[in-house]
Protein backbone atom coordinates (compact mmCIF):
# COMPACT_ATOMS: atom_id res chain seq x y z
CA UNK A 1 0.00 0.00 0.00
CA UNK A 2 3.13 1.97 0.95
CA UNK A 3 4.38 1.27 -2.73
CA UNK A 4 1.10 2.59 -4.33
CA UNK A 5 0.78 5.91 -2.46
CA UNK A 6 4.33 6.41 -3.46
CA UNK A 7 3.62 6.41 -7.40
CA UNK A 8 0.39 7.76 -7.40
CA UNK A 9 2.57 11.38 -5.51
CA UNK A 10 5.05 10.90 -8.04
CA UNK A 11 2.41 10.60 -10.84
CA UNK A 12 0.75 13.77 -9.38
CA UNK A 13 4.13 15.57 -10.10
CA UNK A 14 4.72 14.91 -13.12
CA UNK A 15 1.56 15.95 -14.40
CA UNK A 16 1.65 19.42 -12.22
CA UNK A 17 5.04 20.12 -13.59
CA UNK A 18 4.34 19.13 -16.89
CA UNK A 19 1.60 21.63 -16.99
CA UNK A 20 3.50 24.33 -15.53
CA UNK A 21 5.93 23.64 -18.38
CA UNK A 22 3.20 24.27 -21.01
CA UNK A 23 1.92 27.43 -19.43
CA UNK A 24 6.00 28.95 -19.35
CA UNK A 25 6.79 27.89 -23.01
CA UNK A 26 4.13 29.20 -25.02
CA UNK A 27 5.45 29.18 -28.93
CA UNK A 28 7.12 32.82 -30.68
CA UNK A 29 5.47 33.34 -33.96
CA UNK A 30 8.01 33.88 -36.81
CA UNK A 31 7.10 36.30 -39.62
CA UNK A 32 8.73 34.95 -42.83
CA UNK A 33 8.74 37.04 -46.69
CA UNK A 34 6.61 35.17 -49.38
CA UNK A 35 8.62 33.74 -52.32
CA UNK A 36 9.09 36.07 -55.21
CA UNK A 37 7.84 34.58 -57.83
CA UNK A 38 9.50 34.97 -61.55
CA UNK A 39 7.45 35.46 -64.84
CA UNK A 40 8.15 33.66 -67.02
CA UNK A 41 8.89 35.96 -70.69
CA UNK A 42 9.73 35.50 -74.59
CA UNK A 43 9.98 38.27 -75.88
CA UNK A 44 10.94 39.10 -80.11
CA UNK A 45 13.70 41.15 -81.09
CA UNK A 46 13.93 41.67 -84.61
CA UNK A 47 16.75 43.14 -86.85
CA UNK A 48 17.76 43.35 -90.40
CA UNK A 49 20.96 45.71 -91.30
CA UNK A 50 20.22 47.73 -88.08
CA UNK A 51 16.00 48.46 -90.18
CA UNK A 52 13.02 47.67 -88.46
CA UNK A 53 11.61 46.54 -91.93
CA UNK A 54 13.06 44.30 -94.72
CA UNK A 55 13.00 46.13 -97.90
CA UNK A 56 14.10 44.42 -101.26
CA UNK A 57 13.22 47.55 -103.52
CA UNK A 58 12.47 47.14 -106.93
CA UNK A 59 12.89 43.92 -108.09
CA UNK A 60 12.46 42.94 -111.63
CA UNK A 61 9.88 40.43 -112.80
CA UNK A 62 11.20 36.48 -112.61
CA UNK A 63 14.21 37.53 -110.89
CA UNK A 64 14.84 35.73 -107.80
CA UNK A 65 16.52 37.85 -104.65
CA UNK A 66 16.66 37.30 -100.96
CA UNK A 67 17.75 38.90 -97.69
CA UNK A 68 18.56 38.02 -94.24
CA UNK A 69 16.50 38.95 -91.19
CA UNK A 70 17.21 37.98 -87.52
CA UNK A 71 14.80 37.18 -84.14
CA UNK A 72 16.81 37.24 -80.73
CA UNK A 73 15.01 36.00 -77.88
CA UNK A 74 15.42 38.50 -75.09
CA UNK A 75 13.21 37.15 -72.76
CA UNK A 76 14.08 34.02 -69.83
CA UNK A 77 12.12 31.14 -71.51
CA UNK A 78 11.82 29.29 -74.87
CA UNK A 79 10.59 31.69 -77.65
CA UNK A 80 8.41 28.67 -79.72
CA UNK A 81 7.50 30.23 -82.85
CA UNK A 82 4.96 28.01 -84.40
CA UNK A 83 4.24 29.35 -87.76
CA UNK A 84 5.81 32.55 -89.94
CA UNK A 85 3.13 33.45 -92.07
CA UNK A 86 4.37 35.14 -95.50
CA UNK A 87 2.61 37.27 -97.91
CA UNK A 88 2.53 35.91 -101.60
CA UNK A 89 5.62 35.89 -103.97
CA UNK A 90 7.81 35.54 -100.45
CA UNK A 91 9.53 31.99 -99.13
CA UNK A 92 11.13 31.61 -95.76
CA UNK A 93 13.54 29.09 -94.89
CA UNK A 94 12.21 28.26 -91.74
CA UNK A 95 8.61 28.74 -90.56
CA UNK A 96 8.99 27.19 -86.72
CA UNK A 97 11.38 27.25 -84.43
CA UNK A 98 12.49 27.43 -81.33
CA UNK A 99 14.65 30.32 -79.81
CA UNK A 100 16.36 29.66 -76.00
CA UNK A 101 17.04 32.48 -73.88
CA UNK A 102 19.22 35.39 -75.25
CA UNK A 103 20.36 33.86 -78.12
CA UNK A 104 19.36 34.29 -81.87
CA UNK A 105 18.76 32.76 -85.12
CA UNK A 106 18.85 33.90 -88.83
CA UNK A 107 16.30 33.35 -91.09
CA UNK A 108 16.23 33.80 -95.07
CA UNK A 109 13.53 35.50 -97.16
CA UNK A 110 13.19 35.08 -100.82
CA UNK A 111 11.52 37.24 -103.28
CA UNK A 112 10.31 36.48 -106.65
CA UNK A 113 8.08 39.20 -108.04
CA UNK A 114 5.72 37.49 -111.27
CA UNK A 115 3.97 40.81 -111.98
CA UNK A 116 5.01 44.69 -112.73
CA UNK A 117 3.14 44.95 -109.03
CA UNK A 118 3.67 46.44 -105.06
CA UNK A 119 4.41 43.51 -103.32
CA UNK A 120 4.60 45.61 -99.99
CA UNK A 121 3.39 43.65 -96.93
CA UNK A 122 3.34 42.57 -93.15
CA UNK A 123 5.02 39.14 -92.09
CA UNK A 124 3.42 38.04 -89.22
CA UNK A 125 4.91 35.71 -86.59
CA UNK A 126 2.98 33.13 -84.44
CA UNK A 127 4.82 32.22 -81.26
CA UNK A 128 4.38 32.14 -77.48
CA UNK A 129 6.06 35.97 -77.53
CA UNK A 130 4.87 37.50 -74.52
CA UNK A 131 6.60 40.46 -76.06
CA UNK A 132 8.29 42.69 -78.79
CA UNK A 133 5.97 42.56 -81.69
CA UNK A 134 4.62 40.01 -83.67
CA UNK A 135 4.74 41.66 -87.29
CA UNK A 136 7.28 43.05 -90.06
CA UNK A 137 6.99 45.34 -92.55
CA UNK A 138 7.87 43.79 -95.76
CA UNK A 139 8.88 46.18 -98.94
CA UNK A 140 9.06 44.69 -102.70
CA UNK A 141 8.37 45.80 -105.84
CA UNK A 142 7.72 43.92 -109.22
CA UNK A 143 9.61 46.37 -111.97
CA UNK A 144 9.77 45.98 -115.65
CA UNK A 145 13.95 44.59 -116.83
CA UNK A 146 13.74 48.31 -118.40
CA UNK A 147 15.47 50.62 -116.48
CA UNK A 148 14.17 53.85 -117.00
CA UNK A 149 17.38 56.45 -116.58
CA UNK A 150 20.40 56.28 -115.49
CA UNK A 151 22.46 54.46 -113.00
CA UNK A 152 26.21 55.25 -111.04
CA UNK A 153 27.19 52.68 -109.60
CA UNK A 154 30.34 53.69 -107.31
CA UNK A 155 31.14 50.75 -105.16
CA UNK A 156 31.43 47.08 -105.47
CA UNK A 157 28.76 46.25 -103.13
CA UNK A 158 26.41 49.09 -105.02
CA UNK A 159 27.63 47.01 -108.35
CA UNK A 160 26.42 43.52 -106.58
CA UNK A 161 23.58 44.88 -105.24
CA UNK A 162 22.45 46.60 -109.00
CA UNK A 163 23.38 43.30 -110.90
CA UNK A 164 20.71 41.40 -108.36
CA UNK A 165 18.15 43.28 -109.46
CA UNK A 166 17.91 41.70 -112.84
CA UNK A 167 17.33 44.33 -115.31
CA UNK A 168 18.13 43.43 -118.87
CA UNK A 169 18.27 47.11 -120.48
CA UNK A 170 19.35 50.40 -119.12
CA UNK A 171 17.73 53.55 -121.40
CA UNK A 172 20.39 56.11 -120.26
CA UNK A 173 23.72 55.24 -118.91
CA UNK A 174 25.42 52.57 -117.09
CA UNK A 175 27.75 54.99 -115.15
CA UNK A 176 30.90 52.43 -113.22
CA UNK A 177 32.50 55.47 -110.96
CA UNK A 178 32.11 59.48 -111.74
CA UNK A 179 34.83 61.57 -112.99
CA UNK A 180 34.05 64.16 -110.21
CA UNK A 181 34.22 61.49 -107.21
CA UNK A 182 37.18 60.37 -105.32
CA UNK A 183 38.65 56.90 -107.06
CA UNK A 184 36.18 54.27 -107.37
CA UNK A 185 37.84 50.63 -106.05
CA UNK A 186 35.42 48.64 -108.14
CA UNK A 187 37.42 45.39 -109.44
CA UNK A 188 34.54 43.67 -110.66
CA UNK A 189 31.82 43.64 -113.38
CA UNK A 190 30.27 40.37 -113.78
CA UNK A 191 27.46 40.76 -111.50
CA UNK A 192 26.43 42.91 -114.28
CA UNK A 193 25.95 40.00 -116.69
CA UNK A 194 22.30 39.94 -117.11
CA UNK A 195 22.33 43.35 -118.71
CA UNK A 196 21.84 43.35 -122.60
CA UNK A 197 22.05 46.91 -123.89
CA UNK A 198 22.32 50.13 -122.11
CA UNK A 199 22.23 53.78 -124.32
CA UNK A 200 25.50 55.03 -122.68
CA UNK A 201 28.81 53.16 -120.80
CA UNK A 202 30.67 55.21 -118.67
CA UNK A 203 33.31 54.36 -117.14
CA UNK A 204 35.44 57.00 -114.95
CA UNK A 205 38.54 57.18 -112.28
CA UNK A 206 38.62 53.23 -111.17
CA UNK A 207 42.05 52.23 -109.75
CA UNK A 208 41.23 48.39 -109.53
CA UNK A 209 39.25 47.23 -112.18
CA UNK A 210 41.25 45.26 -114.77
CA UNK A 211 38.76 44.67 -117.45
CA UNK A 212 35.00 44.75 -117.87
CA UNK A 213 34.35 41.10 -117.91
CA UNK A 214 30.54 40.29 -117.10
CA UNK A 215 29.55 42.75 -120.11
CA UNK A 216 29.97 40.26 -122.89
CA UNK A 217 26.58 40.72 -124.05
CA UNK A 218 26.10 43.95 -123.38
CA UNK A 219 25.26 46.34 -126.91
CA UNK A 220 25.89 49.69 -126.59
CA UNK A 221 23.38 52.11 -128.34
CA UNK A 222 24.92 55.75 -128.34
CA UNK A 223 28.35 56.31 -126.70
CA UNK A 224 31.19 54.73 -124.92
CA UNK A 225 33.62 56.51 -122.68
CA UNK A 226 36.74 55.27 -120.31
CA UNK A 227 38.33 57.75 -118.62
CA UNK A 228 41.31 57.50 -115.87
CA UNK A 229 41.23 53.80 -114.91
CA UNK A 230 44.67 53.39 -113.78
CA UNK A 231 44.29 49.58 -113.70
CA UNK A 232 42.72 48.67 -116.88
CA UNK A 233 44.52 46.46 -118.83
CA UNK A 234 41.72 45.19 -121.75
CA UNK A 235 37.86 45.95 -122.94
CA UNK A 236 37.57 42.44 -124.87
CA UNK A 237 34.20 42.04 -123.19
CA UNK A 238 32.67 44.80 -125.21
CA UNK A 239 32.25 42.79 -128.38
CA UNK A 240 28.85 42.65 -128.95
CA UNK A 241 28.70 46.89 -130.07
CA UNK A 242 28.74 46.78 -133.68
CA UNK A 243 27.51 50.24 -134.02
CA UNK A 244 27.47 53.65 -131.95
CA UNK A 245 24.58 56.71 -132.50
CA UNK A 246 27.22 59.01 -130.81
CA UNK A 247 30.90 58.83 -129.55
CA UNK A 248 34.19 56.49 -128.22
CA UNK A 249 36.02 58.76 -125.71
CA UNK A 250 39.22 56.30 -124.28
CA UNK A 251 41.19 59.48 -122.25
CA UNK A 252 44.02 58.39 -119.92
CA UNK A 253 44.03 54.94 -119.31
CA UNK A 254 47.46 54.21 -118.16
CA UNK A 255 47.21 50.51 -118.18
CA UNK A 256 45.25 50.16 -121.31
CA UNK A 257 47.35 47.89 -123.69
CA UNK A 258 45.00 46.80 -126.44
CA UNK A 259 41.25 47.57 -127.76
CA UNK A 260 40.14 44.44 -128.84
CA UNK A 261 37.02 44.01 -127.90
CA UNK A 262 36.09 46.86 -130.42
CA UNK A 263 36.47 43.98 -133.37
CA UNK A 264 32.78 44.10 -134.36
CA UNK A 265 31.93 47.87 -134.48
CA UNK A 266 31.72 48.75 -137.90
CA UNK A 267 30.31 52.46 -137.35
CA UNK A 268 30.52 55.42 -135.31
CA UNK A 269 28.09 58.32 -135.74
CA UNK A 270 30.28 61.33 -133.94
CA UNK A 271 33.78 60.90 -132.69
CA UNK A 272 36.07 58.01 -131.88
CA UNK A 273 39.21 59.81 -130.11
CA UNK A 274 41.80 58.01 -128.17
CA UNK A 275 44.02 60.04 -126.14
CA UNK A 276 47.17 59.43 -123.59
CA UNK A 277 46.81 55.90 -123.13
CA UNK A 278 50.38 55.93 -122.92
CA UNK A 279 50.68 51.87 -122.83
CA UNK A 280 48.32 51.17 -126.25
CA UNK A 281 50.50 48.82 -128.11
CA UNK A 282 48.34 48.77 -131.00
CA UNK A 283 44.83 49.77 -132.26
CA UNK A 284 43.74 46.02 -134.23
CA UNK A 285 40.60 46.11 -132.28
CA UNK A 286 39.14 48.83 -134.87
CA UNK A 287 39.55 46.26 -137.72
CA UNK A 288 36.16 46.68 -138.95
CA UNK A 289 35.23 50.04 -138.22
CA UNK A 290 34.23 52.00 -141.75
CA UNK A 291 32.73 55.02 -140.96
CA UNK A 292 33.39 57.82 -138.06
CA UNK A 293 30.87 60.92 -138.56
CA UNK A 294 33.13 63.33 -137.54
CA UNK A 295 36.62 63.62 -135.95
CA UNK A 296 38.91 60.60 -135.52
CA UNK A 297 41.56 61.33 -133.18
CA UNK A 298 44.55 59.39 -132.19
CA UNK A 299 46.47 61.05 -129.37
CA UNK A 300 49.32 60.74 -127.05
CA UNK A 301 49.93 56.89 -127.57
CA UNK A 302 53.67 57.08 -127.90
CA UNK A 303 53.73 52.86 -128.51
CA UNK A 304 52.19 52.74 -131.46
CA UNK A 305 54.05 51.51 -134.24
CA UNK A 306 51.27 51.40 -137.42
CA UNK A 307 47.49 52.12 -137.94
CA UNK A 308 47.22 48.93 -139.66
CA UNK A 309 43.84 48.41 -137.27
CA UNK A 310 42.22 51.35 -139.71
CA UNK A 311 42.82 49.28 -142.93
CA UNK A 312 38.82 48.56 -143.04
CA UNK A 313 38.37 53.17 -142.26
CA UNK A 314 36.25 54.31 -145.68
CA UNK A 315 35.08 57.72 -144.39
CA UNK A 316 35.92 60.36 -141.82
CA UNK A 317 33.24 62.76 -141.49
CA UNK A 318 35.49 65.93 -140.39
CA UNK A 319 39.36 65.51 -138.85
CA UNK A 320 41.68 62.51 -138.68
CA UNK A 321 44.50 63.83 -136.29
CA UNK A 322 47.51 61.19 -135.29
CA UNK A 323 49.76 62.81 -132.63
CA UNK A 324 52.56 61.59 -130.45
CA UNK A 325 52.99 58.12 -132.11
CA UNK A 326 56.51 57.92 -131.38
CA UNK A 327 57.27 54.49 -133.25
CA UNK A 328 54.97 55.50 -136.10
CA UNK A 329 57.16 55.30 -139.76
CA UNK A 330 53.83 54.98 -142.42
CA UNK A 331 50.39 55.76 -142.74
CA UNK A 332 49.55 52.60 -144.62
CA UNK A 333 46.67 51.67 -142.42
CA UNK A 334 44.85 54.58 -144.05
CA UNK A 335 45.31 52.89 -148.08
CA UNK A 336 41.82 52.13 -147.85
CA UNK A 337 40.25 55.80 -146.69
CA UNK A 338 38.40 57.35 -149.22
CA UNK A 339 37.31 60.73 -148.17
CA UNK A 340 38.40 63.21 -145.22
CA UNK A 341 37.83 66.92 -145.22
CA UNK A 342 41.46 66.94 -143.28
CA UNK A 343 44.67 65.05 -141.96
CA UNK A 344 47.00 66.20 -139.68
CA UNK A 345 50.20 64.96 -138.23
CA UNK A 346 52.38 66.22 -135.74
CA UNK A 347 54.90 64.86 -133.27
CA UNK A 348 54.85 61.08 -134.59
CA UNK A 349 58.82 61.89 -134.78
CA UNK A 350 59.31 58.54 -137.18
CA UNK A 351 56.78 59.63 -139.53
CA UNK A 352 58.41 59.96 -142.93
CA UNK A 353 56.04 57.64 -145.41
CA UNK A 354 53.10 59.16 -146.28
CA UNK A 355 52.41 56.67 -149.26
CA UNK A 356 49.67 54.99 -147.65
CA UNK A 357 47.61 58.14 -148.67
CA UNK A 358 48.79 59.22 -152.00
CA UNK A 359 45.35 57.85 -153.92
CA UNK A 360 43.37 59.48 -151.23
CA UNK A 361 44.91 62.86 -151.69
CA UNK A 362 45.60 62.65 -155.72
CA UNK A 363 41.64 61.97 -155.78
CA UNK A 364 41.02 64.92 -153.51
CA UNK A 365 39.37 62.81 -151.25
CA UNK A 366 40.83 64.74 -148.44
CA UNK A 367 43.37 67.71 -147.61
CA UNK A 368 46.78 68.02 -145.71
CA UNK A 369 46.82 70.32 -143.03
CA UNK A 370 49.83 71.95 -144.10
CA UNK A 371 50.31 74.13 -140.97
CA UNK A 372 48.95 71.37 -138.88
CA UNK A 373 52.40 69.01 -140.11
CA UNK A 374 54.31 69.63 -137.27
CA UNK A 375 57.31 67.58 -135.89
CA UNK A 376 57.28 64.22 -137.97
CA UNK A 377 59.91 63.01 -139.44
CA UNK A 378 58.99 64.32 -142.98
CA UNK A 379 56.68 67.30 -143.03
CA UNK A 380 55.05 67.15 -146.78
CA UNK A 381 52.99 69.44 -148.38
CA UNK A 382 49.80 67.79 -150.43
CA UNK A 383 51.61 68.90 -153.49
CA UNK A 384 54.65 67.37 -152.74
CA UNK A 385 52.75 63.94 -151.94
CA UNK A 386 50.36 63.54 -154.92
CA UNK A 387 53.90 65.65 -157.21
CA UNK A 388 56.89 64.49 -155.81
CA UNK A 389 57.75 61.96 -153.42
CA UNK A 390 55.61 60.54 -150.18
CA UNK A 391 58.72 58.98 -148.73
CA UNK A 392 61.56 60.56 -147.26
CA UNK A 393 64.02 59.80 -144.49
CA UNK A 394 64.92 63.16 -143.52
CA UNK A 395 68.32 63.45 -141.71
CA UNK A 396 68.27 64.10 -137.94
CA UNK A 397 69.13 67.93 -137.06
CA UNK A 398 67.09 68.98 -140.23
CA UNK A 399 63.40 70.03 -139.28
CA UNK A 400 61.20 69.18 -142.97
CA UNK A 401 57.96 71.40 -143.12
CA UNK A 402 57.42 75.22 -142.38
CA UNK A 403 57.59 75.90 -138.57
CA UNK A 404 56.04 78.75 -136.24
CA UNK A 405 57.05 79.82 -132.85
CA UNK A 406 55.05 81.38 -131.02
CA UNK A 407 54.85 80.30 -126.79
CA UNK A 408 57.25 79.24 -124.95
CA UNK A 409 56.17 75.32 -125.37
CA UNK A 410 56.94 75.79 -128.83
CA UNK A 411 60.53 77.18 -127.53
CA UNK A 412 61.12 74.18 -125.37
CA UNK A 413 60.43 71.33 -127.90
CA UNK A 414 62.18 73.36 -130.92
CA UNK A 415 65.25 73.21 -128.44
CA UNK A 416 64.73 69.68 -127.31
CA UNK A 417 65.27 68.62 -130.80
CA UNK A 418 68.53 70.42 -131.43
CA UNK A 419 67.32 70.97 -134.86
CA UNK A 420 70.16 73.40 -137.31
CA UNK A 421 68.42 73.17 -139.88
CA UNK A 422 64.62 74.13 -141.18
CA UNK A 423 63.88 73.09 -144.81
CA UNK A 424 60.90 75.10 -145.14
CA UNK A 425 60.08 78.66 -143.61
CA UNK A 426 60.64 79.06 -139.90
CA UNK A 427 58.45 82.07 -138.31
CA UNK A 428 59.04 83.64 -134.55
CA UNK A 429 55.89 85.39 -133.75
CA UNK A 430 54.46 87.10 -130.47
CA UNK A 431 55.04 89.02 -127.62
CA UNK A 432 56.05 85.76 -125.70
CA UNK A 433 59.26 85.54 -127.75
CA UNK A 434 62.07 87.95 -125.73
CA UNK A 435 65.34 86.87 -127.13
CA UNK A 436 66.47 84.33 -129.48
CA UNK A 437 68.84 82.16 -127.13
CA UNK A 438 66.65 78.93 -128.55
CA UNK A 439 67.86 79.60 -132.03
CA UNK A 440 71.54 79.55 -131.27
CA UNK A 441 72.11 76.29 -133.21
CA UNK A 442 70.09 77.09 -135.94
CA UNK A 443 72.60 77.65 -139.51
CA UNK A 444 69.82 77.40 -142.59
CA UNK A 445 66.29 77.97 -143.23
CA UNK A 446 66.14 76.78 -146.68
CA UNK A 447 62.88 79.41 -147.25
CA UNK A 448 62.18 82.59 -145.77
CA UNK A 449 63.01 83.79 -141.90
CA UNK A 450 60.32 85.85 -140.26
CA UNK A 451 60.20 87.78 -137.06
CA UNK A 452 57.17 89.52 -136.81
CA UNK A 453 55.42 91.31 -133.71
CA UNK A 454 58.08 89.93 -130.93
CA UNK A 455 59.05 91.70 -127.63
CA UNK A 456 62.68 91.16 -128.84
CA UNK A 457 65.09 94.26 -128.02
CA UNK A 458 68.53 92.70 -130.30
CA UNK A 459 68.96 89.20 -132.14
CA UNK A 460 71.36 87.84 -130.24
CA UNK A 461 71.04 84.22 -130.28
CA UNK A 462 71.44 84.03 -134.73
CA UNK A 463 75.44 83.97 -134.39
CA UNK A 464 75.57 81.14 -136.44
CA UNK A 465 73.14 81.66 -138.90
CA UNK A 466 74.63 81.10 -142.58
CA UNK A 467 72.02 80.77 -145.07
CA UNK A 468 68.28 82.00 -145.59
CA UNK A 469 66.11 82.74 -149.26
CA UNK A 470 64.80 85.81 -147.42
CA UNK A 471 64.48 87.63 -144.48
CA UNK A 472 61.77 89.67 -143.12
CA UNK A 473 61.80 91.12 -139.63
CA UNK A 474 58.98 93.35 -139.06
CA UNK A 475 56.44 94.92 -136.70
CA UNK A 476 58.78 94.29 -133.43
CA UNK A 477 58.08 97.59 -131.52
CA UNK A 478 61.73 97.53 -128.95
CA UNK A 479 63.92 96.39 -131.64
CA UNK A 480 66.91 98.53 -131.96
CA UNK A 481 70.16 95.64 -132.14
CA UNK A 482 70.59 93.87 -135.04
CA UNK A 483 74.39 93.04 -134.55
CA UNK A 484 73.35 89.51 -133.75
CA UNK A 485 73.82 89.31 -137.39
CA UNK A 486 76.67 90.68 -137.75
CA UNK A 487 78.56 87.27 -138.60
CA UNK A 488 75.32 86.44 -141.08
CA UNK A 489 75.68 89.52 -142.88
CA UNK A 490 79.41 89.12 -143.29
CA UNK A 491 79.76 85.58 -143.80
CA UNK A 492 75.93 83.93 -144.49
CA UNK A 493 73.99 84.41 -147.67
CA UNK A 494 70.76 85.60 -148.44
CA UNK A 495 69.60 83.82 -151.50
CA UNK A 496 66.81 85.12 -153.34
CA UNK A 497 68.14 87.97 -155.39
CA UNK A 498 64.66 89.59 -155.97
CA UNK A 499 62.87 92.73 -154.77
CA UNK A 500 62.12 90.76 -151.05
CA UNK A 501 64.70 89.07 -150.20
CA UNK A 502 65.34 91.69 -146.90
CA UNK A 503 61.86 93.06 -145.43
CA UNK A 504 63.03 95.12 -142.60
CA UNK A 505 59.91 97.48 -141.58
CA UNK A 506 58.29 98.99 -138.39
CA UNK A 507 60.50 98.50 -135.74
CA UNK A 508 62.57 100.40 -133.20
CA UNK A 509 65.04 100.56 -135.92
CA UNK A 510 64.75 99.58 -139.43
CA UNK A 511 68.20 99.43 -141.13
CA UNK A 512 68.91 98.58 -144.67
CA UNK A 513 70.87 95.70 -146.00
CA UNK A 514 73.42 98.17 -146.57
CA UNK A 515 73.50 99.96 -143.21
CA UNK A 516 73.99 96.00 -141.49
CA UNK A 517 77.05 95.72 -144.21
CA UNK A 518 78.82 99.02 -143.58
CA UNK A 519 78.43 98.29 -139.37
CA UNK A 520 75.14 100.13 -138.70
CA UNK A 521 73.84 97.26 -136.22
CA UNK A 522 72.18 99.33 -133.57
CA UNK A 523 70.43 102.72 -133.69
Known amino acids: MKIKNTILILAYILVFSSCASDDDNTPTQIDREPETVIEQTAIINFTNEESNEIDFGDVVVDIITTQVFNIENTGNSDLNITNIVI ?4 TIDISSTTITPNTNK ?6 SPTEILDYSNV ?11 DTITITGFGVSPIYDGSIVLNTQEEVDHFGKLGYTSITGGLNIGQVTSIASTIVDLEPLNKILEVGFLEVFSTT ?8 EKLNVINSIQMVSNSALKNIDALKSVTKLEGYINFLSNNSLTKIDGLENLIEVKENVRFNNNALLENIDGLSSLKSVGTDFDLLGSPLIENLNGLSSLENVGVELHVSGSLLLENLNGLSNLKSASLLRFSDNVSLYDYCGIKDLLTNDGANLYHNGQRYNRFNPTKSEVVNSTCSELVPLGVYDGNLLMDSNSDIEKFVSKNFHTIRGSFGVNGQAITNLDFLENLETVTSDLNIRNTDLTNLDGLDKLIYVNQLFIQENAMLADYCGLNSFIENGTINNTGDYRYIITDNLYNP ?12
Open 208 to 215: SLENLNGL
Open 87 to 90: PDNY
Open 512 to 523: TLEDLQNGQCTD
Open 106 to 111: DFTITF
Open 123 to 133: IQIESNATGGN
